[in-house]
């Protein structure tokens, strides 16, 4: 079958199996005399599997590992399990900054009189330096909005994530 069919197949974009090829993630397959790509059900079976791999948020990287696991019917289950704990520990802490980020935006928005003013806490605090050194050089400030600043909201933030 042609590269369209296979991507029709799979649900991988064309786009993306040409460019899984190219950086070696999947072997060159074989062409036709005119140059056209010919896959079998076994390359679209990978294709799956790639893309449930992408969906399931591992990089490419970790999909060659998998693929190599997946191909050597001699290996571990507990490699695999031990793959998949990491990946879900990155997942989890992943989602523990993102929710803190939220948390963060909303407190400055929920802070900002959205008025004609131009006096804005969001403005403020992604003015701030977020280095460990600024920190220190700037242990204490002084609010500019109410008895809360930016960087309160972090740690504020900071601490909800914690618990």
Known sequence: MNIGQAAKLSGVSAKMIRYYEQIGLIPQVSRSDAGYRHYSSADVHCFRYIRRARDLGFSVEQIS????????????????????????????????????????????????????????????DLAEPTTAAAAEQAPHRTPRFGGDTPASSRHRAAMVTDS
């Open 65 to 124: 590992e998998l693929l190599v696991l997946w191909r050597d019917r001699d290996r571990a289950s507990s490699d695999v399990k031990a793959m998949a704990l990491s990946h879900v520990a990155g997942l989890k802490a992943k989602i523990a900054e993102l929710q803190a980020m939220a948390q963060t935006l909303e407190h400055l928005a929920n802070n900002c009189h959205g008025d004609d003013r131009p006096d804005c806490p969001i403005i403020a």
